[in-house]
């Protein structure tokens, strides 16, 4: 007899069919019980004697085989005939899963990860990010993009050594890469024009805060042949779209329980020009200890006001100083650069830009902000021979998730998080 | 005037056109000269004046954006009316990359890897590696697994501590993930039932061979409520033919190009158990070494016999030792495992297996295997809880692309190798 999912039972309506999953909940009612049993796609209440029950001293999330007539009155359900053990749980439960919500606190959670993992909630939280993930994949192949895998142990940092974690490797000091960000120019211009990766990044973060993450999942794309940043922008808003529609049909289910808001995308995504932003919150919210650069509180109040302004979730921030840029990013006038940062409900999920394309200009850049471009021989290499026009950009996976589903913390949208403390599970 | 790709030229026939693109050669013949102008999708010869190319001193590889009408006689070629140097290239390359082969040593080949990509062989490897990372994901998808992301900085190693590369985790010992084995199961356990995973792995491998490499990526899946072995081998059997007819329609070009023989797979794949093929190897090869174990020349030796005898390029070995395995090996009768691994074309490529789902059998296995249980303690604890029956496997992504082009060694399938010798580029 083949094993049916729960999510097709309702095809199966008298007929006798095999079930397998856990028990998540036991009822019983005089000689009769009833138990919740989930598996991937589901649970169903299974109607079993309470006899039965008792002699095998089920405990909840025991591994069973149930077989069964499929009936239905109000929701589907099924009238158990035989019920078989295929791997027994002897002990209570450290954490209660079958709760509407899981109560909690998130250390208790992390440490759990595993069993809190199976309350269909938290359980939906990563179905999502999945989903996030594929379709970032299927709109740049669609759009000629070629999939990379770029080495994580790497000689050499991008943001210009800081925050690494450092890494024996064999007789070599090594590091374990931030972004794959040399190697994502270095195969725009080894000539597939357009790459994306997706993977890990580490950044040796001493502090702890809801939104920073030791090791994170880094959706990268690089594109050649651009006219400047906006050309990135108006591919990112068409991605995110994509992304948010294949969502919403992918994950109906999983949004709804969650209670989801996705947000709108229309058209273009409102761009503010950084010194812009700044005189805006100076002027609308009095906040007036910004100059150069945005930090969180402001990145939360110029979203109130494109909020209000445009009813936009979302807003590209512009215009990034020289200084508070990396070496590679394409100057502009003013000192200002080709960069943005696309904000989402208050957080930045996105940077991007242009980079600079030309070898002298490239290697002034690293000497004016005090690197040494021998440090960066085979990156800089890439640019004596032909590279073309190009900018990217990177989304935090693990950001995207927790501000899509409202999360105050990213490690609520983390599998298993790295952080400050937490090197396990 | 929006760009045109190389490769939609055929349908702008006598259209007025701009490519943007590499000089891959130039070839002057008195007043006008051809120059192939080279694209992400493919290449063209243009028609341009002599004293043109002369003047701008084009050097090889310069990027340019050109402008001319669309004609076809035996090929379609362009005829230029304007050339725009877009970036300047001042001196030789360092390797020839515009001849039929890439004639270079793989040291010279690998240092100069941006460059050398631009070769149009090399570069189809890494666009048929993507396509084969797609379609792993695709047909998962599709069988109802969930992607999923785990921690590549670890606590301890999934296979008992050695070939470990070692980190500083802060204050902690840290080390790199040398497979995600312990995650794969956890996250089976958590519900997911299904679950596959596309990321880096790390060997701290002291030899320098050609099928090795110290990072590379690992197409990991694990799949819960299997019989056995079998249905796991089932599944990568449908697999595998899936990735190689999706390969075959989307990577044609580049498959002729390399001269690439795909294999079929026509239903089932041949299965041998190891004792068995020991004894063939013994009898038919006079091979009198081997014991509980296959060593590489047994693996090519038993793929002659395989393919001699029923034409297929794939072989399961079954039933290794439980002293060949790791403590997480589902053991079967006489001190065998069921386990298997996948043989293509001389080289293994997929090592899998059922796992043990019971929590005592895992704990005194690991205590067999001379290993301390407390050092498993979150991935052993998973156990408790009730875990289904599962299994699963691992592709190495880089050996199955090696294999699929005939390449003798792993580093030509490899982005930007990292090996005993190698960190850069």
Same mark, same amino acid.
Request: aromatic residues 8%; proline residues 4%.
């Given at each position: ?18 079930? %397998? ?39 909840? #999330? ?40 899981? @109560?909690? *606190? ?34 740049? %192949?669609? #759009?000629?993009?070629? %999939?990379?895998?770029?080495? &994580? ?7 210009? =050594? ?22 994502? %120019? ?19 973060? @001493?502090? *702890? ?66 010194? @812009? ?9 009095? &906040?007036?200890?910004?100059? *150069?650069?945005? $930090? ?10 494109? &909020?209000?302004?445009?009813?936009? $979730? ?37 940077? =991007? ?13 690293? @000497?004016?902000?005090?690197? *040494? ?53």
């Amino acid at each position: 007899m083949e094993r049916v999912l729960v999510k097709d039972l309702s095809n199966t309506i008298d007929e006798k069919v095999k079930l %397998q999953g856990w028990i998540q909940r036991i009822r019983k009612l005089g000689k009769i019980a009833f138990i919740i049993l989930r598996d991937r796609s589901g649970s169903v209440q299974c109607v079993v004697n309470t006899k039965e029950i008792e002699i095998k001293g089920l405990k909840l #999330e025991t591994v069973v085989e149930v077989i069964g007539n499929v009936a239905k009155s109000d929701k589907v359900e099924l009238q158990v005939t035989s019920l078989n053990i295929i791997n027994e749980v002897k002990i209570d439960l450290p954490i209660e899963i079958n709760k509407t919500e899981l @109560e909690a *606190n998130l250390d208790t959670i992390l440490n759990n990860r595993a069993l809190s993992l199976r309350h269909e909630k938290t359980n939906a939280v990563f179905k999502i990010q999945a989903c996030l993930a594929q379709s970032f994949g299927e709109f740049l %192949q669609g #759009e000629g993009f070629t %999939q990379v895998f770029t080495p &994580k142990i790497v000689a050499e940092g991008a943001e210009g =050594g800081t925050e690494l974690f450092e890494l024996k490797y064999f007789e070599q000091k090594a590091y374990l890469a931030q972004s794959p960000q040399f190697y994502k %120019q270095m195969m725009v211009g080894a000539g597939y024009e357009r790459i994306f990766e997706i993977g890990h990044v580490y950044r040796a973060e @001493e502090h *702890n805060t809801n939104r920073h993450l030791n090791e994170y999942v880094s959706l990268d794309l690089e594109m050649a042949f651009i006219e400047d940043e906006r050309d990135v922008m108006d591919l990112e808003t068409r991605l995110l779209k994509y992304m948010l529609e294949r969502l919403k049909i992918r994950c109906e289910k999983e949004l709804n329980l969650l209670e989801a808001e996705l947000p709108v995308i229309d058209k273009a995504i409102v761009s503010i020009p950084l010194p @812009e932003a700044i005189k805006i919150l100076q002027e609308k919210y009095g &906040k007036k200890d910004l100059t *150069n650069d945005i $930090d969180p509180e402001g990145e939360r109040l110029i979203s109130v006001y494109v &909020k209000e302004k445009y009813n936009s $979730d979302f807003l590209f921030l512009t215009h990034y100083p020289v200084k508070k840029r990396p070496m590679y990013t394409m100057p502009a006038e003013n000192r200002l650069t080709h960069s943005f940062d696309l904000i989402f409900r208050g957080l930045e999920i996105t940077t =991007g830009g242009q980079r600079i394309h030309n070898y002298e200009m490239l290697k002034s850049n690293m @000497e004016l902000k005090g690197l *040494n471009p021998d440090s960066f021989k085979d990156y800089l290499e890439t640019f004596k021979y032909g590279m073309p026009p190009h900018g990217g950009l990177a989304i935090g996976l693990e950001r995207l998730t927790a501000q899509l589903l409202g999360f105050k913390n990213i490690r609520e949208a983390t599998l298993f998080p790295r952080d400050r403390d937490r090197l396990t599970p």
